[in-house]
């Protein structure tokens, strides 16, 4: 299992968890008994979408589509498309019905250079790994809560966003992944999960504070922007949809299936 590196100080002495990327994944998922993976434009919002659908959904750990396509047909899975392709891809807007339906497979093998990096990496740890979005954060949060019911005991909760890379490969941190951490961590307090790190907290307060403003956040944010000058705005409209869905897409074995809280 990953551990911090040495003489690095973490948030371990928390329940609730809050940091960005691969590198803090690997500062605060050890000793957590379940990570959450948010990266809300587009890879967790796809999930939630997908597997709410019917699809079981791998995350890929690399942006190699050669070796991901040819993983996919090794294991009777399908490699989704990319972004604004036709059929079915890691854009929101292709989770249709009739998408899923032409998808000819079970199983969609993800790329996106964040989000499912980020999932792969998570599934080292051994715990279950749960995707969650604006849309779906309320029954993400009572899952967790179930989890630690069923396992009788208090479980730490490491919330990862993903965030977006600049073009030098430096992380970027996203008002959007940085909204639905909070959303997420505001609904586990309200639930009584709230013995949080205060990167947690603060992450909580901003989306409390902001909450109103949510959809014209997301659409002004860079990461619209950058949607939006190649014509998939209406991805961002999707993923700004506060929690709408029941669907939770929990990870195990490195496949992530639907839970349904209603």
């Given at each position: ?39 809300t434009i587009s890879f967790t919002t796809t999930i939630e979408l997908a597997t709410g659908l019917g699809l ?207």
């Open positions: 299992m990953p551990q911090p590196q040495p003489g690095e100080t973490t948030q371990q002495s928390y329940e609730v968890r809050f940091d960005w990327g691969a590198e803090g994944l690997r500062s605060v998922a050890p000793g957590a008994g379940l990570i959450v993976v948010i990266d079981e959904v791998e995350p890929f750990p690399t942006t190699d589509r050669a070796a991901a396509a040819a993983y996919a047909a090794s294991t009777g899975a399908k490699l989704a498309g990319r972004r604004g392709e036709p059929g079915l891809s890691l854009s929101p807007t292709s989770m249709t019905a009739e998408n899923v339906a032409a998808f000819g497979a079970e199983r969609a093998v993800v790329i996106s250079l964040n989000g499912s990096r980020v999932s792969a990496a998570a599934a080292e740890f051994g715990v279950p790994v749960v995707a969650a979005n604006l849309r779906n954060f309320s029954a993400v949060a009572r899952w967790v809560r179930g989890h630690q019911q069923r396992l009788g005991r208090r479980a730490n909760v490491a919330v990862i966003a993903a965030g977006e890379r600049r073009g030098d490969g430096t992380l970027r941190p996203a008002v959007e992944d940085q909204l639905a951490a909070g959303a997420l961590i505001g609904a586990l307090s309200d639930l009584g999960i709230d013995a949080c790190s205060p990167e947690a907290a603060v992450a909580a307060a901003g989306f409390d504070a902001m909450r109103r403003a949510i959809g014209h956040l997301l659409t002004a944010s860079v990461s619209a922007r950058e949607l939006d000058e190649v014509g998939q705005l209406n991805d961002v409209r999707i993923a700004a949809r506060l929690d709408v869905s029941t669907v939770v897409p929990v990870m195990t074995a490195g496949v992530f299936r639907a839970e349904n809280m209603e």
